[in-house]
T-cell receptor, first 115, second 109 residues
Framework: GAVVSQHPSWVICKSGTSVKIECRSL??????MFWYRQFPKQSLMLMAT?????????EQGVEKDKFLINHASLTLSTLTVTSAHPEDSSFYIC???????????FGPGTRLTVT | GQNIDQPTEMTATEGAIVQINCTYQ??????LFWYQQHAGEAPTFLSY??LDGLEEKGRFSSFLSRSKGYSYLLLKELQMKDSASYLC??????????WGAGTKLIIKP
């Protein structure tokens, strides 16, 4: 399978500030990566699909101006949470598809806490 | 609409066998996936079924019936480390994964 890293693994920030999360594909060139959010005891929620060299595709209800996605290279996608609020506190996970079934391989996740 | 149903929580005993069921309704079908997620961690891929039948992988097996929109994950010889949430996901015609809410499996000694 594919190996995906994320940085940082956890971050605490103040309300109103912005936070950037990096997602790297370590052994695979990923034209597409996925960004998920997961609140405690809930399932994964797909936020957006990140496409290398083009604009991300956002799911309904996800504000593209608040969650900025950049996929400038085949190995790096970033998610920036702008003007963060306490309700943005969540577990953010990126993934990429690989293998015959295009099964998704996830990064370790980033736990964001906004105070 | 698209929907995935799986039990919220199950309890089993160490050394035993447990079956976690999943029913799905998606627009088109390109496969059924099972993932394991330990608390506080990201999901890890367990299995993929696109044809009817049973796929065995060590202690874990996954079954699919496309006509019934049904899958199950079978875990044998349960170990304490198997305590986790198990997520069922169906890939629709757009190759997008539709996720279930997960089944929290509690293993008791």
């Amino acid at each position: 399978g594919a190996v995906v890293s994320q940085h940082p693994s956890w971050v605490i920030c103040k309300s109103g500030t912005s936070v950037k999360i990096e997602c790297r594909s370590l052994d695979f060139q990923a034209t597409t990566m996925f960004w998920y959010r997961q609140f405690p005891k809930q399932s994964l929620m797909l936020m957006a699909t990140s496409n290398e060299g083009s604009k991300a595709t956002y799911e309904q209800g996800v504000e593209k101006d608040k969650f900025l996605i950049n996929h400038a290279s085949l190995t790096l996608s970033t998610l920036t949470v702008t003007s963060a609020h306490p309700e943005d506190s969540s577990f953010y996970i990126c993934s990429q598809g690989a293998g015959e079934a295009q099964e998704q391989y996830f990064g370790p996740g980033t736990r964001l806490t906004v105070t | 609409g698209q929907n995935i149903d799986q039990p919220t929580e199950m309890t089993a005993t160490e050394g035993a066998i447990v079956q976690i069921n999943c029913t799905y309704q998606t627009s088109g079908f390109n496969g059924l996936f099972w993932y394991q997620q330990h608390a506080g961690e990201a999901p890890t891929f367990l299995s993929y079924n696109v044809l009817d039948g049973l796929e065995e992988k060590g202690r874990f097996s996954s079954f699919l019936s496309r006509s019934k929109g049904y899958s199950y994950l079978l875990l044998k010889e349960l170990q304490m480390k198997d305590s986790a949430s198990y997520l069922c996901a169906s890939m629709d015609s757009n190759y997008q994964l539709i996720w279930g809410a997960g089944t929290k499996l509690i293993i008791k000694p």
